[in-house]
């Protein structure tokens, strides 16, 4: 089989920017696809995540002058985190601090208490959702309006009068796009419209499988095809626990058990070639992109381990 595999990592748990920094620069040292981070300004857990949370794009703008290889970008942005102007302008900046490496997750957001504590409006989720849609037209618009030319976006939520549109990114039409989740009526059809790639997260082959059709049903709705837009690139979310021994795994393994707020996940606890076989499985559904997330930024040897006795095989 033949896959990117890309890291997936969640620094809200507890890293600061060189711990980021030394992992991201071992991934690309492994070889792997891509460095990619959660955005969230707080942990799920009763664990304060010391030494506190980090900005994703101010992380990833300083990771886009330290690495030379690798994709970066967010597992996702919450829509309700940026105005979409702002951002457009950030992710295209870092996109040409990167050489044309930045991709850009969006979602609705969906987590209250970092909204409550950081004094962030967190509205119902039919509004968020209204929200990211007319995020991702306003982002889309901006990056494809040509130079020279102004970008308008008259919205319920958001009203932009002659942008300029600038900086433009180095990636034309723009940095891909990443719509994923598992909500079944909304994101489906904002995926088929916007996105580059559709990510499920952290679910069951089975689950992933249903989503994938969901998603599928949307582009014919929408005609994806008929635009002569590329089909979209499947991908999913794998928590990954493994070890030389039983263990080892379980070791790495033990933060998952821990109270948390995020929804039940289907990770792989154990062997290098258990997590082979996953991947495997998740390639005969079709997908062509795995995001592995691994818990620990400090356990370089976890990723040394994937890169020698899992990559490989892919």
């Known amino acids: 089989m033949s896959l990117r595999v890309c890291v997936f990592t969640e620094p809200h ?17 492994c070889g792997f696809d891509g460095f990619f981070r959660a955005d969230h300004y707080q942990t799920m857990g009763t664990d304060p995540g010391l030494p506190g949370p980090t900005d994703a794009w101010v992380t990833l703008g300083a990771l886009a002058r330290e690495t030379s290889r690798i994709r970066l970008g967010t597992l996702v942005t919450p829509a309700t985190f940026r105005l979409p102007g702002p951002l457009a302008l950030t992710v295209a900046q870092v996109d040409r601090m990167s050489g044309g490496r930045v991709e850009l997750g969006l979602g609705a957001g969906w987590y ?20 990211l849609e007319e995020q ?19 919205g319920e939520h958001y009203q932009l009068v002659d942008a300029p ?3 433009k990114p180095v990636q034309v ?12 009526k909304r994101t489906p059809e904002l995926a088929a419209r916007y996105a580059d790639e559709f990510n499920m997260p952290f679910k069951s082959v089975a689950e992933t499988a249903r989503a994938y059709r969901r998603v599928a049903e949307a582009c014919e709705r929408t005609g994806r095809s008929d635009a002569g ?36 996940e289907d990770p792989v606890i154990g062997s290098p070639a258990q997590l082979v ?8 559904i079709g997908t062509s992109r795995v995001h ?23």
């Not at 209250?112 to 929200?131: L, Q, V, W």
């Open 13 to 29: 748990r507890g890293a600061d920017h060189e711990d980021q920094l030394r992992f991201a620069q071992a991934v690309e040292a």
């Open 112 to 131: 209250a208490r970092e909204h409550t504590s950081y004094g962030i409006p967190f509205p119902a989720a039919p509004e968020r959702f209204d929200r």
């Open 136 to 154: 991702l037209a306003v982002i889309t618009g901006l990056w494809r309006t040509p130079v020279g030319e102004n970008f308008s976006h008259r």
């Open 165 to 167: 549109a600038l900086p």
């Open 173 to 184: 039409p723009g940095p891909p796009i990443i719509v994923g989740g598992r909500g079944a």
């Open 229 to 264: 837009r590329s089909p979209l690139v499947l991908s999913a979310g794998v928590v990954v626990a493994i070890g030389h021994t039983d263990a080892e795994a379980r070791r790495r393994a033990a933060p998952l058990h821990v109270k948390s707020a995020l929804p039940p």
């Open 277 to 284: 076989e996953r991947i495997g499985e998740f390639a005969a």
């Open 292 to 314: 592995l997330r691994l818990i620990d930024l400090e356990d370089l040897d976890h990723l040394e381990l994937i890169a020698a006795e899992v990559l490989p095989q892919l």
